[in-house]
C-alpha cells in the first residue's frame, strides 16, 4: 500500500566523473625479507605463549626463559626491518 519507489541515482557520463589519481606502485621486497619476517613473527607469538603458559602453571624460570626468547625475536625483527628498509627492489 504505502511502498516508496527507491530514489533513481542518475549515472554520469564518463567525461563528468572526477578522475582519480594514480596510486604509486608499491615498493618490492626481497623474498628473504619476507620469509624472514613471518618466520620472526610465528617464532615471536608462539615462544610469548609458551612463556605466558608456563607462568601461569607456576613454572617461572622457563616461563621467564621463554619471554627472554621472545624479546629477542622483537630485537631481530627490528633488525630485519633497519634491513628491509635499505635493501628495497627498485621498480
Given at each position: ?49 609458551v612463556?605466558i ?39
Open positions: 500500500m504505502g511502498e516508496r519507489a527507491a530514489p533513481q541515482q542518475q549515472e554520469r557520463p564518463e567525461e563528468e566523473r572526477p578522475l582519480k589519481e594514480p596510486e604509486p606502485p608499491l615498493p618490492r621486497m626481497p623474498l628473504g625479507i619476507v620469509v624472514a619476517r613471518i618466520a620472526i613473527v610465528s617464532s615471536l607469538g608462539f615462544s610469548a605463549a612463556g603458559f608456563f607462568l601461569i602453571g607456576g613454572l617461572w624460570q622457563i616461563g621467564l626463559a621463554a619471554l627472554a626468547v621472545a624479546s629477542g625475536f622483537i630485537l631481530l625483527m627490528s633488525a630485519v626491518e633497519r634491513l628491509a628498509g635499505s635493501r628495497r627492489l627498485p621498480e
